[in-house]
């Protein structure tokens, strides 16, 4: 009997340990546990030399504070920089045939417009002579030259080095970092700093200073990129940020003391404009600050004075038969400038010309075709009404108020606007593809 008693209470006891321990075991789980990882530092502001760095900070941190429509942005940012993960890297040693120089690390492009005037045979492969039809994009352009997958580094550097910036996912840094050392850096695969043969015309030329404008129309945002990843981004070094200040020196002396660069700085239209846009920025990213300020000023009198008519419009632009897109273009390369020149003191939003030309007129000139309002009055191939968008933004942000009321009845690009997450006017409508 009492060994049967003692029985009974030690199968309780062993039952209560039991309901205590399965009890306990949630709270020592949770005692355990690891912590929540810390936030991350404060964000800091990149030393980029267009896009506004102080505001990429002030968009990092509502972001993390939770800011409803960055996180859209950022949303449809991290789906394009998701879809350049994979591809690459590219090089301009890979091409069917080196330049006509004969060196593979030479850059090389065809001129978009000219196309053969006579069919293709043994004794004329070509088909040569190449005649002109401005606006028609001849599609041999895209084969055998650099220029597709020059496109291609450029908007997926710029693209994944903002998804770094903010969201911290190391593999768009590292993605990123590996397309600029295999395009600019490595021995084996780098492009020379020069464009020697750019929009080359087959039986005509080996190239023109017209091929400046390949890299003056995007290259910028490469040094924007660049100024990003060396915040300390996974997979950019410090080996490779010096040996990219190298590269931009040199290709900025080839740019202003060759006989190419020298001409397109003559050129009047927006190949001038590119030209001191891509000076100036590489001069203020080397640290040639008093070179950039010159530059910038100094486009006034040349740049908007004879290329801005009173009323706002850009006579040789609107000559083109895309002038559209021309116009636009041309005022992203003034955006741009004024964004540099911000950083180096000079306000070129505020200059105004002898008959009253203005950067903000030439903005407002496009507005009731930006908006929808009205229809383009000007030649234009295919049109395309979302690429004023950036430009209307950087007049509204320099204080503009037509565009500033504009901005809400703005066409997004297919990409979606992220002027929230880079404020500079880019090229919206390519005419590369």
């Given at each position: 009997m009492d060994g049967g008693r003692s029985r009974s209470g030690l199968v309780a006891l062993l039952a209560t340990a039991a309901v205590l321990a399965s009890a306990l075991v949630p709270a020592a789980s949770h005692a355990t546990a690891k912590p929540a990882p810390a936030k991350p530092a404060a964000p800091k502001a990149p030393h980029t030399?267009?896009?506004?760095?102080?505001?990429?900070?002030?968009?990092?941190?509502?972001l993390d504070a939770g800011d409803p429509a960055l996180r859209t942005a950022v949303a449809k940012l991290t789906k394009a920089a998701d879809g350049w993960l994979g591809q690459g890297?590219?090089?301009?040693?890979?091409?069917?045939?080196?330049?006509?120089?004969?060196?593979?690390?030479?850059?090389?492009?065809?001129?978009p417009y000219w196309w053969p005037s006579k069919p293709r045979t043994a004794d004329n492969p070509w088909g040569c002579p190449y005649v002109q039809k401005d606006g028609q994009r001849n599609p041999e352009v895209d084969t055998g030259?650099?220029?597709?997958?020059?496109?291609?580094?450029?908007?997926?550097?710029t693209t994944l080095s903002l998804a770094w910036y903010y969201t911290g996912r190391a593999r768009y840094a590292e993605q990123a970092s590996t397309a600029l050392r295999t395009w600019f850096l490595d021995p084996a695969t780098r492009m020379n700093p020069n464009l020697n043969h750019g929009q080359f015309i087959p039986c005509k030329y080996d190239g023109r200073a017209i091929g400046i404008i390949d890299f003056s129309q995007q290259y910028t945002s490469v040094l924007d990129a660049v100024a990003v990843l060396d915040l300390g981004a996974?997979?950019?070094?410090?080996?490779?940020?010096?040996?990219?200040?190298?590269?931009?020196?040199?290709?900025?002396?080839?740019?202003?003391?060759?006989?190419?660069?020298?001409?397109?700085?003559?050129?009047?239209n927006n190949h001038g404009t590119f030209q001191d846009m891509?000076?100036?920025?590489?001069?203020?990213?080397?640290?040639?600050?008093?070179l950039a300020a010159k530059t910038v000023r100094a486009a006034g009198k040349l740049r908007i004075d004879p290329q801005i008519a009173a009323d706002g419009s850009q006579p040789q632009e609107?000559?083109?038969?895309?002038?559209?897109?021309?116009?636009?273009?041309?005022?992203?390369?003034?955006?741009?400038?004024?964004?540099?020149?911000r950083q180096v003191g000079v306000d070129l939003w505020g200059y105004r010309g002898p008959q009253g030309q203005s950067l903000f007129k030439a903005v407002d000139y496009l507005l009731p075709a930006a908006t929808g309002a009205a229809a383009w009055p000007h030649?234009?191939?295919?049109?395309?009404?979302?690429?004023?968008?950036?430009?209307?933004?950087?007049?509204?942000?320099?204080?503009?108020?037509k565009a500033r009321a504009a901005v809400p009845r703005l066409q997004a690009p297919p990409a979606g606007d992220l002027w929230l997450l880079r404020p500079a006017a880019e090229q919206l409508d390519s005419i590369a593809g």
């Open positions: 030399v267009v896009v506004d760095g102080a505001r990429m900070r002030d968009a990092r941190l509502r890297p590219w090089t301009v040693v890979d091409k069917p045939k080196p330049a006509p120089g004969g060196d593979p690390h030479d850059y090389l492009s065809q001129a030259t650099d220029r597709p997958d020059l496109g291609k580094v450029v908007t997926s550097v996974p997979g950019w070094r410090a080996e490779d940020r010096a040996r990219m200040r190298d590269w931009n020196k040199k290709f900025l002396n080839w740019l202003v003391t060759s006989p190419f660069g020298k001409e397109e700085s003559a050129a009047e891509q000076i100036a920025a590489l001069a203020l990213a080397t640290g040639d600050k008093a609107l000559a083109r038969t895309r002038s559209w897109h021309y116009s636009t273009f041309d005022l992203v390369a003034y955006a741009r400038l004024a964004a540099i020149g030649p234009e191939l295919e049109f395309y009404r979302y690429a004023a968008s950036d430009v209307v933004h950087a007049a509204a942000d320099a204080g503009d108020q």
